[in-house]
C-alpha cells in the first residue's frame, strides 16, 4: 500500500524559511513523477513542483520559480521541498503527490495523481 506522509509545516513570520518533506512507501517509485500541490482556504488546489524520481527533472509554478526547490532522496525515499523568502500569499495545506510518467501528462493537474498524502499546513503571518 502505498502511502506519503508530509511534515515540516508549521507557524512561520514572512521572510523565513521552511523545509517540507514526503516520505514515501509502499513501493519503488523508479519512474514517477512526485509532485507538491497546494491549497488555501476557499481556493482550488494549485500546482506547486514537480520532480522525476529517476532523472531529477524539475518543473516549478511561476509564483514560487526562485523561492522554492523540489528535490528527492532516493536512498531515503523522500521527496522535499525547500521554501524560502515566504510571504503570507504562500499559507496553505500543502500536499505531496504520486503518478507514473505516461506520454501526455500533465504535471500541473491534479487529475493525473493517483497517490496522496494528507498535507501539512504552512501558515506565513505577516
Known amino acids: 500500500q502505498v502511502q506519503l506522509v508530509e511534515s515540516g509545516g508549521g507557524l512561520v513570520q514572512a521572510g523565513d524559511s521552511l523545509r517540507l518533506s514526503c516520505a514515501a512507501s509502499g513501493r519503488t517509485f523508479s519512474g514517477y513523477a512526485m509532485c507538491w500541490f497546494r491549497q488555501a482556504p476557499g481556493k482550488e488546489r494549485e500546482f506547486v513542483a514537480v520532480v522525476r524520481w529517476n532523472s531529477g527533472t524539475r518543473v516549478y509554478s511561476d509564483s514560487v520559480k526562485g523561492r522554492f526547490t523540489i528535490s528527492r532522496d532516493q536512498a531515503k525515499n523522500t521527496v522535499y521541498l525547500q521554501m524560502i523568502s515566504l510571504p503570507p500569499e504562500d499559507t496553505a495545506a500543502y500536499c505531496c503527490?504520486?503518478?507514473?510518467?505516461?506520454?501526455?501528462?500533465?504535471?500541473?493537474?491534479?487529475?493525473?495523481?493517483?497517490?496522496w498524502g494528507q498535507g501539512t499546513q504552512v501558515t506565513v503571518s505577516s
Open positions: 503527490a504520486a503518478t507514473f510518467l505516461r506520454y501526455g501528462l500533465d504535471f500541473s493537474s491534479d487529475n493525473e495523481y493517483d497517490y
